[in-house]
């Protein structure tokens, strides 16, 4: 039966709230492995977590590394709190990882003794164990930068041990952290926005707004969210036409102008769904002056039509840094795919760099923002697998 041991980063810094944190991390990890989790196999010790599952299926393991709150987990050996037992233990744990020709190879066991009550100290459980390797597999001691990293963590009930660390993302738990409203366009940026602000603790909630008639196919859309869906587990999208809106802008206000104007009423929509959900923020994937929208002045004259605060996790990343994480999560290869995005549908050649406040209320003045009411339709997505929409 394969056991998976999880650590965590930041959850120790978290004090008298620790425990809300754990349990939502508790939370996060089971329903990821809920298939394969064997019943009341899965078990929260100070510091750690540990799953009993019947297999680890494939990508199991890598999707276990982007689950928000994760520092890094280990494939275990359990053993009983018996010395000879945890030194056979870490021979199996040394030939699994790194096969059964071994001699000669440097060394190391690091031992963590969180059961005090157990008789050997860390230093002892290294000398004992560590000989045992030695004689029984030819190993030789090497304690700094060894090839073979024998870990041995003394439980309360059984010891752990392991060779190998995978590393996870690290960050909060999601859902620890408060709930955003992102503004979720379909490119590269949004997807990755979305997932670093999971990475920070926060339940994200998707709104895509498009004009119904160059948008009818959202397959990419919902690609994206049923993608993120996998390191939050149920997440909502919402999609707002704005086809009424854009008619009215087309008609009034100059072509440089729009992007600003568009971008405007995109945030009072989703500020919208944000207040019905009691969100207390909005996101954006705003990276500072990637685009003619990104200028500084342009992110004031956008920004102001927000009265919640908005969160703009990537503004001072750079391309080559956002495609790594979105490859890394899994939504490059969907955002690339064709898609006529709301902002590019009859933009001037050259939009406004510089947005002028005093123009951009002149130019909305005349148009009717108070008394649209544009269409949202809600879909939800259940870790990776999508539910029925709804009007």
Same mark, same amino acid.
């Given at each position: ?84 037992? %945890?030194?056979?233990? @870490? ?40 000989? $045992? ?62 997932? @670093?602000? %999971?990475?920070?603790? %926060? ?6 707004? $498009? ?42 206000? *100059?072509?440089? $102008? ?7 009423? %995109? ?33 004031? @004259? ?29 939504? $490059? ?10 902002c590019s549908f009859l933009i001037a050649r050259h939009p ?15 148009? *009717? ?23």
């Amino acid at each position: 039966m394969p056991k998976i041991l999880f650590h965590f980063g930041e959850l120790s810094l978290k004090g008298k709230n620790r425990s809300r944190f754990e349990q939502q991390m508790a939370r996060n990890i089971k329903q990821i492995i809920r298939p394969v989790l064997v019943p009341g196999g899965f078990h929260r010790e100070h510091g750690r977590m540990r799953a009993d599952l019947t297999e680890i299926p494939s990508g199991l393991l890598d999707e276990l590394a982007l689950i928000p709150g994760i520092r890094n987990f280990s494939v275990v050996h359990e053993a009983p709190l018996e010395l000879a037992a %945890m030194q056979q233990a @870490a021979a199996d744990a040394v030939r699994s990882d790194h096969g059964e020709d071994v001699q000669g190879r440097p060394f190391r066991v690091s031992a963590r003794r969180g059961n005090k009550q157990f008789p050997l100290t860390s230093p002892e459980l290294n000398f004992e164990i560590g000989g $045992y390797l030695k004689t029984q597999l030819g190993l030789k001691v090497q304690l700094d930068d060894p090839d073979i990293d024998v870990h041995v963590e003394v439980g309360k009930d059984a010891a752990y041990i392991y060779t190998r660390k995978i590393s996870g993302i690290g960050g909060l738990p999601v859902g620890s952290a408060g709930r955003g409203v992102v503004l979720f366009s379909g490119g590269i940026d949004s997807p990755v926005a979305a997932y @670093a602000m %999971m990475k920070r603790g %926060m339940n994200v909630t998707l709104v895509h707004c $498009y004009n119904s008639t160059i948008n009818r196919d959202f397959s990419k859309i919902r690609d994206l969210a049923r993608q993120l869906s996998r390191y939050q587990g149920r997440l909502t999208l919402h999609r707002v036409d704005l086809e009424e809106f854009q008619r009215h802008a087309i008609a009034l206000v *100059p072509a440089e $102008y729009r992007m600003i104007i568009y971008k405007r009423q %995109m945030i009072r929509e989703a500020a919208k769904i944000a207040d019905r959900i009691q969100a207390q923020a909005l996101v954006t994937g705003d990276s500072l002056g990637q685009v003619a929208s990104q200028t500084l002045g342009n992110i004031r @004259a956008i920004y102001d039509a927000a009265e919640l605060p908005l969160l703009p996790p990537l503004i001072a990343w750079d391309k080559e840094e956002i495609i790594a994480l979105a490859r890394r999560i899994g939504t $490059y290869d969907i955002s690339i795919e064709e898609y006529c995005d709301i902002c590019s549908f009859l933009i001037a050649r050259h939009p406004e760099t510089h947005g002028k406040p005093a123009t951009v209320a002149t130019l909305e003045a005349g148009l *009717p923002i108070g008394t649209l009411a544009s269409p949202v339709i809600t879909e939800y997505f259940d870790a990776g697998e999508s539910l029925p929409a709804r009007q």
